[in-house]
C-alpha cells in the first residue's frame, strides 16, 4: 500500500464530489459521483454505499476502483488506484454509518467501501502527465 503526501491531502481536501471508476469482471467500465469519501488514514479512503448499484455490483466481481481528484485553484490533478473491501457490518461499518447519519439522517448507509491506494499518478496536463507519483 501507498502513503498520500501531504499535497495529495490538501488536494483532497479541496474536492467535494469524486468520479469512482470501477469494472466488472468482463472490463466494461462504470463511473459513478460519489460525495461521501473520506480519508480515514494516510493510505486509506472510505466510500459510504448509500445508493451504489453498477459500482457496487462490480466491486464485488472485481475490487480495483479508481478516482481523480482535481482543484482548479491549487492546479493538481491525481489519479488515486486502490482496491477495495466491503464491510456490511462491524465495528468500522457503524463508525461509517454513524458518519453518513451525522451528516443526513435517514441515509440507508447500505455498506461500507475500503479503498486501500496502491498507486497515485499526476494527471495535469504537461511533463509530469502520467506519472506515477507513489
Ligand atoms: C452529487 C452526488 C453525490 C452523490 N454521493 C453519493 C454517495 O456518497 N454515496 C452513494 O452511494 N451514492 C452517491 N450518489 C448517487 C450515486 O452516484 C448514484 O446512485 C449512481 O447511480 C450510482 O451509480 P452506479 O449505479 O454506477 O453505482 C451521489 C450522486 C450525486 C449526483
Request: charged letters at 30%; glycine letters at 6%; hydrophobic letters at 45%.
Amino acid at each position: 500500500m501507498v502513503a498520500l503526501t501531504g499535497e495529495m491531502k490538501e488536494l483532497f481536501s479541496k474536492v467535494k464530489l469524486f468520479p469512482v471508476a470501477t469494472a466488472s469482471k468482463k472490463g466494461v467500465p462504470n463511473v459513478a459521483p460519489i460525495a461521501f469519501v473520506v480519508m480515514v488514514s494516510d493510505d486509506t479512503l472510505w466510500l459510504a454505499d448509500n445508493f451504489m448499484n453498477k459500482t457496487l455490483a462490480n466491486v464485488k466481481e472485481n475490487p480495483r476502483a479508481a478516482i481523480y481528484l482535481y482543484d482548479a485553484d491549487l492546479k493538481k490533478c491525481c489519479q488515486v488506484k486502490g482496491k477495495i473491501e466491503i464491510k456490511t457490518s462491524g465495528d468500522d461499518y457503524e463508525k461509517m454509518r454513524k458518519m453518513v447519519h451525522e451528516k443526513k439522517p435517514g441515509l440507508p448507509a447500505k455498506s461500507l467501501l475500503i479503498m486501500k491506494i496502491t498507486d497515485v499518478f499526476d494527471c495535469m496536463p504537461g511533463p509530469n502527465a502520467g506519472k506515477k507519483i507513489v
